[in-house]
């Protein structure tokens, strides 16, 4: 079983750091990636479409309609959260433009119903495919590296 803690280690050691038992330990490498962990696996989520996150949802409609442009609004999932529209139930419009937007958290469209995949923010390292896991363990430990060791050779590598 892979933990959040077995990621950041794999990033450790390739910086040549000791193992860390718990984010939140009194330690240099532990507050570093206690600091650093959520906004680098979120943004490795969303650089690619990894099939172990990819989730579909019919979306509800939200009560409030757009200010303006589009007839309907609709929020998109929280569980798991949204990081990035893959597919939208109708891609284009008659126009050929757009059938949606993306405006903070909600799709707007003109569509009547709404239904996406999407790349979801699954926070169980267990469901991550073996790519993922080494994929995140490679970006923690660059974006973690003159942190840790405090060589800029070590960042350049």
């Not at 906004?39 to 757009?66: E, G, K, M, Y």
Request: contains cysteine; glycine residues 6%; proline residues 4%.
């Amino acid at each position: 079983m892979t933990s959040a803690t077995d990621i950041a280690n794999n990033a450790l050691n390739v910086l040549g750091a000791s193992n860390i038992s718990a984010f939140d330990e009194n330690s240099k490498a532990a507050r570093i990636v206690n600091q650093r962990y959520d906004s680098i696996r979120d943004s490795v989520f969303r650089a690619h479409p990894w099939n172990c996150l990819i989730r579909r949802q019919d979306l509800a409609q939200s009560s409030t309609a757009p200010g303006f442009g589009y007839a309907h609004q609709y929020p998109l999932p929280t569980d798991p959260h949204c990081l990035r529209v893959l597919e939208f139930s109708n891609m284009k419009n008659n126009s050929g433009g757009p059938a949606f937007v993306i405006e903070g958290r909600n799709i707007v469209t003109d569509e009547g119903t709404a239904k996406i995949k999407y790349v979801a923010r699954i926070t169980d390292p267990n469901e991550y495919d073996s790519g993922l896991i080494e994929a995140l363990s490679m970006r923690l430990a660059a974006e973690m590296a003159y942190a840790i060791t405090g060589s800029t050779s070590m960042v350049q590598i």
